[in-house]
């Protein structure tokens, strides 16, 4: 099962994710780091484990304002390379192809960010795309179309549960089957709740390729004799 760590990122700093209330999520306190800075963070989650790829939330991107670009930029610089998912608002076919111009970029598309199908209508197909259906407090946001269009969606799908991020409640497993049945024989991806080694042996055995992880690493819970047994 591929582990990936998620960086929020907020005003060049990781933040930690609370139940998706952006406004309110604050630099991040980790033993693993001195600071609330990218690569340093980064390179702390690196210590429990060599990740070879991280998720990275450019929560301001997503808002519509200023991306974090020049804290991109630094992540991408680490040795070895890390192959980075990034989730940056992406609503246009412009942006996308900007986005995908980095060969260790992946580009996630949230759901959250889409007016229409058009998106993913027009690069159907492509490689390095990663699609995010996201679920708030309030239910799926985005085209209510997208869910029952899976021939749209790609080879990767994240089924983000914001609500659950940072929350320590456990994934929401009959969610995650419910996708895994419309996905086929697409990877999809589990992201909020993830709590402890328990939570994604279950998710192993649904069947999910992967999951998305945070407080779990920060805090603890999960060991790197866990994620070495589990090979993330």
């Not at 980075?84 to 970029?105: F, H, M, S, Y």
């Not at 209510?144 to 021939?151: F, I, K, T």
């Not at 999910?208 to 589990?230: F, K, N, R, Y």
């Amino acid at each position: 099962m591929l582990i990936i760590p998620v960086l929020d990122l907020k005003q060049g700093a990781v933040v930690r994710a609370q139940r998706g209330d952006r406004d309110n999520y604050r630099p991040i306190v980790t033993p693993l780091a001195s600071s609330a800075d990218p690569v340093a963070v980064a390179a702390g989650l690196r210590s429990l484990n060599p990740f070879p790829t991280f998720y990275v939330a450019d929560l301001d991107a997503i808002a519509g304002e200023a991306p974090n670009r020049t804290a991109i930029s630094a992540l991408a610089t680490m040795q070895p390379p890390p192959e980075l998912w990034i989730d940056a608002g992406i609503k246009d076919d412009n942006t996308l192809t900007e986005t995908l111009k980095d060969p260790l970029v992946h580009a996630v598309i949230g759901s959250e960010s889409q007016p229409d199908l058009s998106v993913l209508q027009q690069f159907r197909g492509r490689p390095r795309q990663i699609l995010s259906l996201d679920f708030f407090a309030d239910g799926f946001r985005g085209p209510a179309s997208l869910l029952d269009s899976p021939d749209l969606w790609p080879e990767r799908v994240v089924v983000m549960t914001l609500a659950k991020v940072g929350s320590g409640a456990g994934p929401d497993l009959e969610r995650l089957g419910e996708v895994k049945e419309k996905a086929g024989d697409r990877a999809v991806f589990a992201a909020g709740g993830v709590r402890n080694e328990a939570d994604l042996r279950a998710l192993f055995e649904l069947g999910i390729a992967g999951a998305l992880v945070a407080t779990s690493l920060h805090d603890g819970t999960i060991t790197p004799e866990q994620l070495a047994m589990l090979g993330a």
